[in-house]
């Protein structure tokens, strides 16, 4: 996959709940987020506080594996619902 472009604040959030991601490692859009230690618990805190970041409420049916799986996915999901948000 090709790097995706996010902001700062979102990547930042996000490597505070990977604690096995190395702080000189690339944050890249394909990263298993699991295997970099995204647990469910820290998913529900990511959630969170992505939600207060971003001033978005991530629906019901976009709470799943496949959305956290991801930098990129969770970043599709947030631009997805802000660009919602901007155009009610």
């Known amino acids: 996959m090709t790097r995706q472009t996010w902001t700062e604040p979102f990547e ?3 490597r505070a709940y ?3 991601l190395s702080p000189d490692q690339e944050v890249t859009p394909d ?11 820290a998913t529900v805190s ?6 207060e ?3 978005v409420t991530i ?7 496949t959305t956290f799986a991801t ?3 969770l970043w599709e999901v947030i631009t997805g619902l802000r660009g919602a ?3 009610r």
Not at 33 to 41: C, R
Not at 59 to 65: E, F, G, R
């Open 18 to 20: 990977l604690p096995l």
């Open 31 to 41: 990263l298993n987020l699991a295997d970099q230690g995204l647990d469910s618990v």
């Open 53 to 55: 970041a971003f001033l």
């Open 85 to 87: 948000e901007t155009s």
């Open 59 to 65: 629906p019901d049916h976009l709470l799943s594996v």
């Open 71 to 73: 930098p990129g996915g």
């Open 46 to 51: 990511l959630l969170l506080d992505l939600e």
């Open 12 to 14: 930042k959030t996000l």
